[in-house]
C-alpha cells in the first residue's frame, strides 16, 4: 500500500437526493479496496457533505501531505474550469506544505469513448 500521506478526493457535483450522495460515497470505499490506495474519499461541490473544503481539510488532518481530486465530471464546464480551481488555490494557500492538485475530468479519458461505442454497438 502506498503512503498514507497521500490522499485522493472523488469530487462530485453533489445531490438532493440522499441515495445519489450515498453511492459516490460508496464508490470511493470500492476503489480504495480495489486500487489498493490508502486513503480516496468522496467530496461533494455543492449539496452534500463533506464539501471539498472540508474534504481537504479532513485529508491534512489525517497527515496528507499530498492531495490530488479526480473530478468525476463528464464535460467540462464553469465548477471544472474555475469553481473547484477557486477552492483549491485557497486551500492551498490554508496548507502551503500540502500538494493540492486537480485532475483531468473522468469525461476527457480516451478509454471512455471505447466504453461508450461498446455499451451502444448492439442497440
Same mark, same amino acid.
Given at each position: 500500500?502506498?503512503n #498514507?500521506?497521500?490522499?485522493?478526493?472523488?469530487?462530485?457535483?453533489?445531490?438532493?437526493?440522499? /441515495?445519489?450522495?450515498?453511492?459516490?460515497?460508496?464508490?470511493?470505499?470500492?476503489?480504495?479496496?480495489?486500487?489498493?490506495?490508502?486513503?480516496?474519499?468522496a467530496?461533494?461541490?455543492?449539496?452534500?457533505?463533506?464539501?471539498?473544503?472540508?474534504?481537504?481539510?479532513?485529508?491534512?488532518?489525517?497527515?496528507?501531505? #499530498?492531495?490530488?481530486?479526480?473530478l468525476?465530471?463528464?464535460?467540462e464546464?464553469?465548477?471544472s474550469?474555475?469553481?473547484?480551481?477557486?477552492?483549491?488555490?485557497?486551500?492551498?494557500?490554508?496548507?502551503?506544505?500540502?500538494?493540492?492538485?486537480?485532475?483531468?475530468?473522468?469525461?476527457?479519458?480516451?478509454?471512455?469513448?471505447? /466504453?461508450?461505442?461498446?455499451m451502444?454497438?448492439?442497440n
Amino acid at each position: 500500500m502506498k503512503n #498514507s500521506s497521500q490522499w485522493i478526493l472523488l469530487v462530485s457535483h453533489g445531490s438532493r437526493l440522499k /441515495t445519489a450522495n450515498d453511492a459516490m460515497v460508496d464508490l470511493a470505499q470500492l476503489l480504495q479496496q480495489k486500487l489498493n490506495k490508502p486513503k480516496i474519499i468522496a467530496a461533494f461541490l455543492d449539496l452534500a457533505s463533506p464539501s471539498i473544503p472540508e474534504a481537504i481539510d479532513q485529508a491534512v488532518a489525517g497527515q496528507a501531505l #499530498s492531495i490530488k481530486l479526480f473530478l468525476y465530471f463528464l464535460v467540462e464546464g464553469r465548477h471544472s474550469q474555475e469553481d473547484i480551481p477557486k477552492i483549491v488555490a485557497l486551500k492551498q494557500k490554508q496548507y502551503p506544505s500540502v500538494k493540492i492538485e486537480i485532475s483531468p475530468i473522468f469525461g476527457s479519458h480516451p478509454d471512455l469513448m471505447k /466504453t461508450l461505442v461498446e455499451m451502444l454497438k448492439d442497440n
